[in-house]
Nanobody, 115 residues
Framework: QVQLVESGGGLVQAGGSLRLSCAAS????????MAWYRQAPGNQRELVAR???????LYTDSVKGRFTISRDNAKNTLYLQMNSLKPEDTAVYYC?????????WGQGTQVTVSS
């Protein structure tokens, strides 16, 4: 019904930038919330940023000023611009969509930041 596919991950040096994309397809309602989560090995999955279909944004403190979440509602695509990357940003990044009572996750994309 709903599929989320992340892309844009990769290997980057500390201080570099990456832009992640999440393409949503299927039965997408116009009112929804999309978010980026990340999970490093041995760690709990944590919220990175989220954005509503109306444009309301929340960031976790550790990425404020460095990451920018955005979305193209017409294309049902979510983005995460990551600048000034640090080794501690290394994780699998997951896209999440919530609409009504349903929750969907993408497969994740690996981001590795070398020191």
């Amino acid at each position: 019904q709903v599929q989320l596919v992340e892309s844009g991950g990769g290997l980057v040096q500390a201080g570099g930038s990456l832009r992640l994309s999440c393409a949503a397809s299927g039965s997408i309602f116009s009112t929804n919330v999309m978010a980026w989560y990340r999970q490093a090995p041995g760690n709990q999955r944590e919220l990175v940023a989220r954005i509503t279909s109306g444009g309301t944004i929340l960031y976790t403190d550790s990425v404020k000023g460095r990451f920018t979440i955005s979305r193209d509602n017409a294309k049902n695509t979510l983005y995460l611009q990551m600048n000034s990357l640090k080794p501690e940003d290394t994780a699998v990044y997951y896209c999440k969509l919530v609409q009504r009572v349903a929750e969907y996750w993408g497969q994740g994309t690996q981001v590795t930041v070398s020191s």
